[in-house]
Nanobody, 124 residues
Framework: QVHLVESGGGLVQAGRSLRLSCAASGLPFSIYAMGWFRQAPGNESEFVAAFSWDGGNTYYTDSVKGRFTISRDHTKNTVYLQMNSLKPEDTAVYYC?????????????????WGQGTQVIVSS
């Protein structure tokens, strides 16, 4: 009964910010790498950001580097994706995922659990 529940998506104008949350339950949060992926209609799933299970490494796809920040709060078993300076091309459904003792992989198949996704729409 592991659950990852994303929230915080919505419709925003370009240049604005959103913070996505992923609340995890039913797993030992501290030993899981956490990642964010996104998928726009008609497109393949795209890696966005992740950190290794020990927090020692953080990774971002080039298109969001400098604008997005991944973080976590161990007291709340929650991972966040702060998204600043949003662009229309950021429009997608965003998913969080968990990988036990993971390195912060860019590959979907490395992750054990997935959330249901939250929609982000950025208007021009």
């Amino acid at each position: 009964q592991v659950h990852l529940v994303e929230s915080g998506g919505g419709l925003v104008q370009a240049g604005r910010s959103l913070r996505l949350s992923c609340a995890a339950s039913g797993l030992p949060f501290s030993i899981y790498a956490m990642g964010w992926f996104r998928q726009a209609p008609g497109n393949e799933s795209e890696f966005v950001a992740a950190f290794s299970w020990d927090g020692g490494n953080t990774y971002y796809t080039d298109s969001v580097k400098g604008r997005f920040t991944i973080s976590r709060d161990h007291t709340k078993n929650t991972v966040y994706l702060q998204m600043n300076s949003l662009k229309p091309e950021d429009t997608a459904v965003y998913y969080c995922a968990a990988d036990s003792y993971g390195s912060g992989s860019r590959q979907r198949y490395e992750y054990d659990y997935w959330g249901q996704g939250t929609q982000v729409i950025v208007s021009s």
